[in-house]
């Protein structure tokens, strides 16, 4: 219900250049695309140097995108050498650093030796990292513009169970929902059609659709006892479109919205195509999140619009930005903001952006064609289509992979296509190789909510 992830890389170097260099580049680039500069917001006064918390998400590439477009420096680090985001021109230089859920401890230490040597403007949590930043915020705060709520509200947000106990507390709208803590529970309170969630997991994990007494108990064998370590989620299954939106508070008032909807599925619930639209009772229902919370920095949902035409109903928060290019295309650029925000700036709310603008994801679109049982021609088929944007993909922009303004982004979409076509099954694996080290997982979570953590030495 978040980014998806890739993890095949090159061993390509990628070389240093200056930040005037780049935004001379890219704003050739962007003109030459047809695409120009976002009309409705303002040009930053000067290029900042960006540091991105992780370069394996696709959020991560598409903040980059954004960044790289206005001329920004920016520079990545990630535990794996070959993440998604080592194929870009517009990374000045990666850093390899110690996992997020292997060694919480090492990547905030190498993190603040980075912020003490680069002189880094601002700090940009593209993904769960925020959950460990917002932890010791008081001490980063001094080291670079950094946007984040307190850790209680993040900590609120990033947990199903905790946003589920949001919900109700604010009378909004959710499906009915159980909070389960053992497997016998878990059967007692399930009524089928039902989704069930562990309390933490992103990108679609720990997420079951469980319409049948075999599904529940394969679901149960996947959870194991571990999961039952910390709370379940049981929700009952409600028929209807799934559809997010993405914000930005500045001091719990907002900024900055945009919505779209899923136009065509890829792999493991994400999207292949979206189209952004105005939904203004999401708009309000995720200003009352934001209010409550005293947010301040980046906040998204998912939510599902019913078939029967009743209200929307919430299902996720990610407390970050997801996959923003949309947006940007329509004209609210959340990323410009986010960074107004981390240098302090108190913005004016932006006006919504364009209703009806498409964009797609070409790997997403490859892998979604031979998840759902596509052959080498039917993937061949679709690499076609995307090539001559015709189709489905007739007046829409590639949104995660930019090859006219960032070369290199061709890289990951051509071994994806190669392996599909060599092995169509390889689908699910290819989009599980992702979930790595940048994210969290129960025992790392536990370790930064310690008591101890983060203590100076």
């Known amino acids: 219900m978040a980014s998806r992830y890739l993890s095949m890389n090159t061993g390509a170097w990628l070389p240093r250049r200056s930040a005037g260099r780049a935004r001379r580049v890219i704003k050739t680039q962007d003109n030459r695309a047809g695409c120009g500069n976002n009309p409705r917001m303002p040009e930053p006064a000067k290029p900042l140097r960006v540091l991105v918390s992780e370069g394996s998400s696709t959020s991560a590439r598409e903040a980059v995108t954004i960044l790289g477009l206005a001329g920004h420096a920016i520079e990545v680090c990630d535990p794996s050498p070959w993440c998604l985001l080592r194929f870009s021109q517009l990374v000045r230089k990666f850093h390899r650093c110690p996992g997020l859920r292997d060694d919480p401890a090492g990547y905030l230490a190498f993190i603040e030796q980075l912020l003490a040597e680069g002189k880094f403007d601002v700090l940009l949590p593209t993904h769960e990292q925020g959950f460990l930043f917002a932890r010791v915020q008081q001490r980063m705060a001094s080291r670079a513009g950094l946007a984040l709520p307190g850790f209680e509200s993040y900590r609120a ?16 709208p959710q499906p009915p929902t159980r909070i389960v803590t053992s497997a016998q529970q878990l059967r007692d309170a399930i009524r089928f059609p039902a989704v069930v969630k562990t309390a933490v997991g992103t990108a679609s994990r720990g997420i079951w659709f469980v319409r049948d007494a075999n599904d529940l108990e394969a679901a149960l064998q996947d959870l194991g006892g571990g999961a039952f370590a910390d709370e379940v989620l049981v929700q009952d299954l409600i028929a209807g479109t799934t559809e997010k939106a993405q914000s930005v508070f500045c001091r719990g008032r907002m900024v900055g919205f945009h919505a779209y909807r899923q136009v065509m599925a890829g792999v493991g619930g994400g999207e292949a195509i ?4 105005r939904r203004p009772v999401v708009r309000a229902l995720l200003e009352t999140i934001g209010q409550a919370l005293d947010w301040h920095g980046a906040l998204s949902i998912d939510y599902i619009m019913p078939d029967d035409g009743g209200a929307p109903s919430l299902i996720d928060c990610n407390p970050r930005l997801v996959e923003p290019f949309n947006a940007y295309r329509s004209g609210v650029d959340l990323v410009f903001l986010l960074l107004r925000i981390s240098l302090g700036e108190m913005p004016e709310a932006l006006p919504e952006g364009r209703e009806g603008v498409l964009t797609h994801l070409a790997v997403q679109a490859l892998l979604g064609c031979a998840a759902r049982g596509g052959t080498r021609r039917d ?8 090539l001559a944007n015709s189709g489905h993909y007739a007046g829409s922009m590639e949104e995660l992979t930019p090859v006219r303004r960032d070369g290199m982004s061709v890289i990951p979409l051509s071994i994806t296509a190669a392996l599909l076509l060599a092995s169509p099954k390889s689908a699910i694996k ?16 536990r370790t930064i909510e310690g008591e101890s953590f983060g203590r100076e030495r």
Do not use: M, P, T
């Open 430 to 445: 290819l989009a599980r190789g992702g979930f790595g080290a940048h994210l969290l997982d129960l025992k790392s979570i």
């Open 274 to 277: 979206k189209q952004s639209v």
């Open 157 to 172: 947000a990033h947990s199903k169970a905790g946003f589920s106990r949001l919900l109700d507390n604010l009378g909004l």
């Open 379 to 386: 993937i061949a088929r679709e690499c076609r289509r995307l």
